[in-house]
């Protein structure tokens, strides 16, 4: 922790990565470690084809999100810390691939969201095809399809164009936004510290961010409990929780 701390303290470009590890500390579930969300459901059905097909599947979707929004995480001293860096004119921003928003709550402002987000909910067309959304930009809070299945109706359309209305989330089988991924890769480039937090880099391409900040010259920080595959090539691997370890590196 004292190397995190050294490394952090004289950089000026910090650019955080982050994954579902930083926010099971806030007590929302990841998706692929033992007693995760994909053991409670199969991911071979939440494919955006199938979500599009069926809406037995779109009523499982639903199920899934009310389940995760049961509770109300708070961010955890990690996504604090993050923040921190930000208020002191250390760091560029987050890039997370999480869906949460925690790095909001916790204060962090500029927040790249790979993913997408889990508060959101949008229309994506009646029949998009391809894996990418046709919806008219329909979009509101994720509160407001919960009443709708709340009051009996467990396949809720679009109020305007009556496209299906989906989590504003990227699901598998679904084309990532560029414009997010661009902006991401730009701010990875300009960073001095690569700060990867949380995450198993298995995810593609999202797993490529850190490597392109890395040989733009960033040095690569990684701090995850288990192993991963770019350990061999990071500058500072720490394998141990997010929250102390950046509670304590972060002043």
């Known amino acids: 922790m004292t190397e995190l701390a050294d490394l952090l303290r004289d950089a000026e470009r910090v650019v955080a990565f982050t994954g579902a590890g930083i926010s099971t500390e806030s007590g929302i579930p990841d998706f692929r470690s033992p007693g995760g969300v994909w053991t409670k459901y199969d991911p071979r059905e939440f494919t955006f084809d199938r979500y599009v097909e069926s809406a037995d599947v779109r009523r499982k979707s639903w199920a899934m999100r009310e389940e995760l929004f049961a509770h109300t995480p708070e961010p955890n001293a990690a996504h604090r810390a993050l923040a921190r860096l930000e208020q002191q004119g250390r760091a560029l ?34 029949a998009p095809r391809y894996g990418t959304p046709e919806g008219c930009g329909f979009r509101r809070d994720t509160e407001w399809v919960f009443e709708l299945l709340d009051g009996g109706d467990d396949d809720p359309r679009c109020p305007e164009c009556a496209g299906i209305i989906k989590s504003a989330t990227i699901s598998f089988g679904q084309m990532m936004p560029t414009d997010a991924l661009e902006e991401a890769i730009e701010m990875a480039q300009r960073a001095d510290v690569l700060l990867t937090i949380g995450s198993s880099l298995q995810v593609y391409p999202a797993a490529e961010i850190p490597m392109i900040g890395k040989e733009a010259g960033a040095a690569l920080a990684i701090v ?28």
Request: proline content about 3%; hydrophobic content about 35%.
């Open 93 to 126: 921003g987050v890039i997370t691939q999480n869906i949460d928003g925690l790095h909001q709550d916790a204060g962090s402002q500029k927040v790249i969201e790979i993913h997408g987000t889990m508060r959101e909910v949008e229309c994506i067309g009646a």
């Open 224 to 251: 995850n409990r288990d192993p991963t595959p770019f350990d061999g090539i990071a500058d500072l691997v720490i394998h141990a929780g997010a929250g102390d370890t950046l509670g304590n590196a972060v002043r």
